[in-house]
T-cell receptor
Framework: GDSVTQMEGPVTLSEEAFLTINCTYTATGYPSLFWYVQYPGEGLQLLLKATKADDKGSNKGFEATYRKETTSFHLEKGSVQVSDSAVYFCALSDGEYNQGGKLIFGQGTELSVKP | NAGVTQTPKFRILKIGQSMTLQCTQDMNHNYMYWYRQDPGMGLKLIYYSVGAGITDKGEVPNGYNVSRSTTEDFPLRLELAAPSQTSVYFC??????????????FGPGTRLLVL
């Protein structure tokens, strides 16, 4: 079945460092890909998305490019801030399994940014 | 705009007790979902609904029931609570299916501890 694998955490960075969180996926169809972020004590919220190959999603300085040839959707940010400390989830949705448009999530990567 | 609201925020249950987790959205979304998040894991779909009066099972439905009598409300019922149901529960809603790139909007979560 479909699955999402993302790099293990926690990741600890200093402020203004470059961030990469790796995400690869397995899907039978042509999924849409998402990054969701969960700040401490809150629910998940959409960070960015891409719906077809070579699309780049971007928001708040974060970017990710849908790479079909490598089945990847890595999250990057050029200069992280303390306020970026959160758990980041890579997810996909693939209509092949017809479960109401459910999201399939990776295990999450905790990011901690130190001043 | 309240978005997706969930009650309670936290609950301790004894083994064998029952409870209902409440979820309400004010965005007039047809699609609603219940996910559970276990430590170090991604979210898994419990049940979903594509409109009032229509519900179906997700990946991990055992021990749970749902109903959808209105567009706004999607309560999750736990019967005969077990320690394996200790988790954080998230309700989400969306205008359309995620495989079309639609955003799912999440509530703040309910933390449940079964002892």
């Amino acid at each position: 079945g479909d699955s999402v694998t993302q790099m293990e955490g926690p990741v600890t960075l200093s402020e203004e460092a470059f961030l990469t969180i790796n995400c690869t996926y397995t899907a039978t169809g042509y999924p849409s890909l998402f990054w969701y972020v969960q700040y401490p004590g809150e629910g998940l919220q959409l960070l960015l998305k891409a719906t077809k190959a070579d699309d780049k999603g971007s928001n708040k300085g974060f970017e990710a490019t849908y790479r079909k040839e490598t089945t990847s959707f890595h999250l990057e940010k050029g200069s992280v801030q303390v306020s970026d400390s959160a758990v980041y989830f890579c997810a996909l949705s693939d209509g092949e399994y017809n479960q109401g448009g459910k999201l399939i999530f990776g295990q999450g990567t905790e990011l901690s940014v130190k001043p | 705009n309240a978005g997706v609201t969930q009650t309670p925020k936290f609950r301790i249950l004894k083994i064998g007790q029952s409870m209902t987790l409440q979820c309400t959205q004010d965005m007039n979304h047809n699609y609603m979902y219940w996910y559970r998040q276990d430590p170090g894991m991604g979210l898994k779909l419990i049940y979903y609904s594509v409109g009032a009066g229509i519900t179906d099972k997700g990946e991990v439905p055992n021990g749970y029931n749902v109903s959808r009598s209105t567009t706004e409300d999607f309560p999750l019922r736990l019967e005969l609570a077990a320690p394996s149901q200790t988790s954080v529960y998230f309700c989400a809603s969306s205008y359309d299916r995620a495989e079309f790139g639609e955003t799912q909007y999440f509530g703040p979560g309910t933390r449940l501890l079964v002892l």
